[in-house]
């Protein structure tokens, strides 16, 4: 160690400078080699280099006093092995934190299914429901007309001799305005119904049938007071009507207090359900046989219990059976008998035991199967057990399900097996189910089957095809659907198409369709309304009430 004041070298772990008594300093930033230079020097003389000054032996470096007038100078070199080692120590943690980090990405579905195997299972159903909307949604992308203002156009006619039949009309809608329009032209044995109109809104329903009404150009009713007005009329006695403002919430997927109704609310509720009412479970890992390969599959459950299925069953039945009376009331209280005789049948269905559900997840994190085993239900003192396997996989591209339900009596068993294709190769499309039932004293050699093509390289010839066929040892039918279909940002559009349905070998029926569906802005849904009558106070109608109401038909 030098004295920073003298520059004489002195032992490692030495106080004090041996030669001028300062005090040193045992750790420093820098290292200091001790240079000679007299002071009869120039100042720009040159200095020794550190390395040679370092090579002069102790004995050699005369001792200094107090007293000496030759000064030292030291020269500050930087401390280059502390900086080194730092450099080293830093790219090591950052090293370690950057494996750490590729080993966290790598296994994170294993730390989450260790750690939190329910959230894994959510994660799970829905990576594998993104995949197969994925799958299907290529095939036509209608995510883009489900928000904003949409048109479909459409034109049919059937060319049968005296039974010719035609129709033809736009239809607008749009659900965040709430409004909507259909205009429809119709052609049957010889006459012509043109530009008959109906323009529905949460404000105004308006009807226009120029053929027959001629008087005025709407009749139109106010949602908001209809059904009060209705009531006042007497007409209650003839037909009690559903809530006319609570039909349009439906029609435009709101709900009373005006929120949207979707699809994926359903289906969030129903995964809130599993989580909160249902029992979760982790039921080890097996390896089975699905598409052909051995795979390894981790097994979670969830368990519903009985008196909670039932009240879902039957709370989803009631829901039904409200909205399907309230529109059999509007025609005829038998027809309200029968749905009402259709659901108490539904509704003596009971479950006797709980409800496991099976989710099979592959090391990738996919739904692999899910299986429903041997519920036991009953019904009018009959009981039964059912079971469901749907198996899922892809190979090659081509994505597969392969589905079995079960109903076993005790005298016989049922079985109904639905197998799935889809695919999307050099632009084609190709999609096929094929339904068989098995088991005794079901019609097991009937099949049916539905088959689609769709070349989307074909922009103008015959590039789509879709059949519907169902075959047994003792009938054969079949409906296809072929045209042009096109695909683009804003349209899709099928032209140049033909229905056809045959039996056997007999076409019993045939007609050209065009559709198509676009998107427009929601001021193109308007009609205007200054000519109307509301159609409580238009007379003809009145007349046809009082008349109906004094024969005292019941409807």
């Not at 030495?14 to 080699?33: H, I, M, N, S």
């Not at 994660?123 to 095939?139: E, P, T």
């Not at 749907?390 to 639905?418: A, C, F, P, Q, R």
Request: proline share 3%.
């Amino acid at each position: 160690m030098f004295c920073l004041k003298c520059g004489s070298d002195n032992l490692e772990d030495a106080k004090f400078c041996r030669t001028c008594g300062e005090p040193l300093t045992e750790k420093t930033d820098v290292d200091y080699v001790p240079v000679f230079k007299p002071l009869s020097e120039s100042d720009n003389a040159s200095v020794e280099p550190a390395a040679e000054s370092a090579q002069q032996p102790e004995a050699a470096m005369p001792r200094q006093t107090a007293a000496v007038n030759m000064p030292l100078t030291a020269v500050v070199l930087p401390k280059k092995k502390s900086a080194k080692k730092l450099l080293i120590i830093l790219t090591s943690v950052l090293l370690v934190l950057a494996i750490l980090c590729a080993a966290g990405f790598l296994l994170r579905n294993q730390i989450i299914k260790k750690v939190m195997p329910e959230q894994y299972l959510q994660m799970s159903l829905a990576r594998s429901a993104a995949q197969s909307q994925k799958g299907a949604g290529q095939l036509l992308d209608l995510s883009q007309y489900a928000t904003g203002a949409v048109k479909h156009e459409f034109s049919f006619e059937q060319d049968s001799g005296d039974d010719d039949f035609s129709a033809y009309g736009t239809f607008m809608y749009d659900a965040a305005s709430e409004k909507a329009l259909l205009n429809v032209s119709i052609g049957s044995y010889g006459s012509n119904y043109a530009d008959n109109i109906l323009y529905i809104s949460k404000d105004q329903i308006a009807l226009s049938i120029p053929s027959d009404i001629t008087d005025t150009d709407f009749l139109t009713v106010d949602p908001a007071t209809f059904n009060d007005e209705w009531t006042e009329k007497g007409y209650d006695d003839l037909s009690k009507l559903p809530d006319v403002q609570e039909i349009i919430n439906t029609f435009f997927g709101k709900t009373e207090d005006g929120k949207t109704v979707s699809v994926s609310d359903t289906k969030d509720d129903f995964m809130k359900f599993l989580k909160d009412d249902a029992e979760f479970a982790t039921d080890g890992t097996v390896t089975e046989e699905i598409g052909g390969v051995d795979r390894k599959l981790d097994v979670m459950t969830y368990t519903i219990s009985k008196n909670d299925a039932d009240k879902r069953y039957q709370d989803f039945l009631s829901k039904i059976e409200d909205k399907l009376s309230e529109a059999s009331d509007m025609y005829a209280s038998s027809s309200s008998m029968q749905v009402s005789y259709i659901f108490d049948e539904l509704k003596s269905l009971e479950f006797k035991s709980d409800i496991k559900v099976a989710f099979y997840i592959d090391q990738d994190g996919y739904i692999r199967r899910v299986e429903i085993d041997k519920v036991k239900v009953e019904a009018d003192g009959s009981t039964a057990k059912i079971s469901m396997v749907i198996d899922l996989w892809s190979k090659d591209g081509t994505d597969y399900t392969s589905s079995e339900i079960s109903v076993d009596t005790g005298s016989g068993k049922e079985t109904l097996g639905i197998e799935t294709e889809f695919s999307y190769k050099d632009g084609v499309y190709t999609y096929s189910v094929d339904m068989e039932p098995t088991g005794e004293g079901s019609d097991s050699d009937s099949e049916v089957t539905f088959d689609l093509e769709w070349d989307t390289k074909d922009k103008k010839g015959e590039n789509f095809s879709a059949v519907i066929a169902e075959d047994s040892s003792y009938s054969s039918s079949e409906m296809s659907l072929t045209g042009n279909l096109v695909e683009d940002k804003s349209k899709i559009s099928l032209s140049d198409a033909t229905i056809e349905i045959t039996n056997g070998s007999d076409t019993a029926f045939s007609a050209d369709v065009t559709y198509s569906l676009s998107k427009i802005d929601a001021s193109e849904i308007t009609v205007d309304t200054s000519d109307s009558t509301p159609i409580l106070s238009y007379k003809p109608f009145e007349d046809y009430m009082d008349m109906v109401l004094s024969y005292n038909y019941d409807y």
